[in-house]
Every structure is written in C-alpha cells, then in structure tokens.
C-alpha cells in the first residue's frame, strides 16, 4: 500500500500565503506524477497543480502567477506554495501520487486533505 500525508493547511488572510506538504511513504518503486485538487463546498474536484517526476508542470488557470508546485523526489514529497491567496481558494486541498509499487503493480493514491480558508 501506498500512503500520502499531508500538512500545512490553516486560516490566512486574503493575500497571505500557505505551504502545503504531501509526502508519499509505503510499496513505492517510483512515482510517476504528483499533484494538487482541491474541493469547495458544492463544487466538484478541481485539478489545482501537478508536477511529474521529470519537472513538468500543469495549473489551472486560476492558479496561475500565485501557486508554485514543487517536489523533492528523493524524499517522495510535493509541495504546494500559495501566494496572493483569495478567499475563492477556501477549499479541502488533496494530494494525489501515481507510479508503480514494489510489486510492479500501478498505484493512484490521494491523501486525507487539508482545509486552506483564505478570510479576513
């Protein structure tokens, strides 16, 4: 099995920032991509970040200027830097990895989420 933790979540003020962690631990050969959705209320799961293991990376437009994503493959852990923060960004923020176990097996995994509310 393969288990994502996460942290950094909180309450910040509109334009503060937060830095959020996901870090990947279990049957992990190699990890393929990781990255960031996000979840209001009454809204659907949004694609926010993702990064592969290579370095490429892909944002929503919303996000765009404001989030960095970024990842530290030796340590199986992404991370998310949210600048200029909006009270729109409030949501339960999720990790998500994919890549192959140690049984060669293919995996896709989400972490338990974190609440980010941007309000003065």
């Known amino acids: 099995q393969v288990q994502l933790v996460e942290s950094g979540g909180g309450l910040v003020q509109p334009g503060g920032s937060l830095r959020l962690s996901c870090a990947a631990s279990?049957?992990?050969?190699?990890?393929?991509?990781m990255g960031w959705y996000r979840q209001a209320p009454g809204k659907e799961r949004e694609l926010v970040a993702a990064i592969t293991s290579g370095g490429s990376t892909n944002y929503a437009d919303s996000v765009k200027g404001r989030f960095t994503i970024s990842r530290d493959n030796a340590k199986n852990t992404v991370y998310l830097q949210m600048n200029s923060l909006k009270p729109e960004d409030t949501a339960v923020y999720y990790c998500?990895?994919?890549?192959?176990?140690?049984?060669?097996?293919?995996?896709?995994?989400w972490g338990q989420g974190t609440q980010v509310t941007v309000s003065s």
């Open positions: 998500n990895a994919e890549g192959l176990t140690t049984y060669f097996g293919e995996f896709d995994y």
């Open positions: 279990g049957s992990i050969f190699s990890i393929n991509a």
